[in-house]
């Protein structure tokens, strides 16, 4: 390896790779969110990055196709996966003789899109889905209980977040009783982009579509309701008796009256009419969590009722639910804004450091302190005071100083580092003062 | 979707994908070995799944190369990492101004290998590794610290398990003084694959190196050698004055000392000249553990210290040394022989069940058992009697039934299904009952 060329070290762009000290703060994030989901009886899956390009890219328009990373191996035509959603489809086609229904699951796990690199935009980033899938039918308390958890999920993770719900049945609803059933999905992909566009704009492209000035005017009005559920549900109730929208309003309030008595934040979750979602597959129930201090973050956390899981792989019907969070993204704009709780610089509660030939003592010392607590011995060949230095720089809380006379009387010395109080003690009289914290 | 041409759900071969219930105990057996690293003060990592090829291959030989997933995309050559070495090594030398050293951190994560298929081997599996690295020097304390933890994480796991442990510098060093020191790297490749190919094999083509029978014999009579480590460091300690020799035996020395200090068990470790691990890059502690009970699994947790981890990417000397748990082929091997821990169904604790017209109070139920506990409200449209049956066949340990009555005198019918026992509690006590257990 002498005189070797060497190669500059660098990563591919749009990855995200966080110090070990930031890594601890994601890990606990993910922690607390497979948490929920654990504690409302999700069971974790994880299926492989890898697909056959055949199945993960059925359902795919021309759109996601130039996204994804798709290569051959042998004669194997292989992608890697874009979302948890169609592994999940996969995987309940594939086992739905052996799972009972409804299945509860989640996955953690990375999700690949090649497009390109730009700000806040991950070309690798961690998905946190839950989803619960039926046989044939599905109560509708299923997408109540995912309401739910986005309440839990942001509360564990102490962002103050506003859930803002709708159910697409709405504006299907109300389209089909205006006349314009067959141009339903032009005219919700306009209103849709509202926020993008302007008001102007879009009565521009309804117009378009020939939609009356009058009909855009109540499509305008409906779609921006938006308050507590009783003041919204009271506003729209009457509106038309068109089938589907009558069942879009008792859905919504089905799961309004489950979130209230589960115990919900009023204050966390709203009925919005705006709230539409792009994705196609989307039948019912939709809702987007937002952090309403930081609306510049937009969506953090989205989902909704899909009327037929798997319907590329079997013929049974399996409608579900579900909820996405982008972590990586969130991270991200949590880090960029100085959000994150307290990054700490190591996970260490004690440093022991040897002075003289006590090495063997310390170690011994490790052993006791390291059935409570993180512990490390700093036997670099370098200067006590470096070392000391080099705890504080890391700030380390407690430093054990363990010498030839600490040993023979068995007393140590323990620094606070914070404080700069030390104490001579015992090796359990040390573990408690720091376990008094 | 009508009429559409189904494509049957497939996976790859060669990926493991494991029930849900499995699933809990993987990430269980996860958590525990990342116990064992975050106590020794290990960060965790997570490098992306993708990499850079001029990075990834520029220590590889031929070999990986076949193996490695590569592709293109746009203009970048891109390969999945196929371990977590390399990816850490690229890391440190990218971060080598900002990392405090010795860097200590560990790194659970996937890795692919895309070679033939076969029983026991995966193309996509986790690995679980831990590295400490210094920068110029690295003390032997680092190599027990790695010990130790091999002998925690198996105790966690509750397998017990036998760390074979060795030096490079005893062989390197003995090759030396028996005059073979350029052929030091075929000789220990014979002395490898001795329990492959035998022994009279082995002597013919240490012939064939031109070793003659006298040093033939001294050599198989060194690696025969294995026990307690007293015993063999007794054994061979006046074996040859040569320097290699003599550093790897102080080495070893050191290593148990210092595990003896920390209190490791004696029985779970040894002392194994005949351990020689493939790879080029270790240069002194070398180890492997098995499972005494089960010798056919082979290694199941390997590592040792090298000299340098970054040499291709940055000038400064890195020395390190670490350890990786093969966890998808150890998990798959402990599945195959039944040697799980109990596989739980589900993860529910507390299965309630409506009767008539009670969903919103046993949402509310729901609401306070989940503080505690994993509980479930079954709302499906089915009888009361099969959504019992549904509770046994999952082995959900208790059932709440929660009819108008129940609702009206506020205590609840739990059933305990192990025992077939049914209480008539309030709330609190069915939760004080249940957590009992």
Known sequence: MTEQKLITPRKLSGFMELMPNKQIIFDNMVSKIKEVYAKHAFMPLDTPVLELSEILLAKSGGEIDKEVYRFNKGDTDICMRYDLTVPLARFVAMNSEVLSFPFKRYQVGKVYRGERAQKGRFREFVQCDADIIGQDT???SADAECLIMVGQIFEALNLPALN???????????????????KTKPILTILDKIGKIGEENARAELALLEVSDEDIDKLLKLT????????VLSAIENLTDNPLFVKGVTELKAVYAIMKAYGVDEDKICLDISIIRGQDYYT??????????HPEFGTVCGGGRYDNLAGYYTQKKLPGVGLSI?????????????MLEDVPV???TLQIIPLGDTLLNCVALQSFFQKEIVCDVNNEERSFKAKMKDAGKKQIPYVLI???NEVASQTYALKNMATGEQFNLSKEDCLKKILEK
């Open 224 to 231: 921006s309701l938006k308050g507590s559920f009783p003041y």
């Open 164 to 182: 803002r719900i709708s159910n697409r049945n709405i504006l299907f609803g109300y389209c089909e009783a205006l006349g314009y059933g067959e």
């Open 346 to 348: 190591t996970n260490i």
């Open 402 to 404: 363990v010498g030839e």
């Open 284 to 293: 019912g129930t939709i809702f987007e969590a937002i952090l309403p201090a």
């Open 326 to 338: 982008g972590l990586t993204r969130l991270f991200d704009l949590l880090s960029q804004n100085g």
């Open 138 to 140: 599905l109560p509708i």
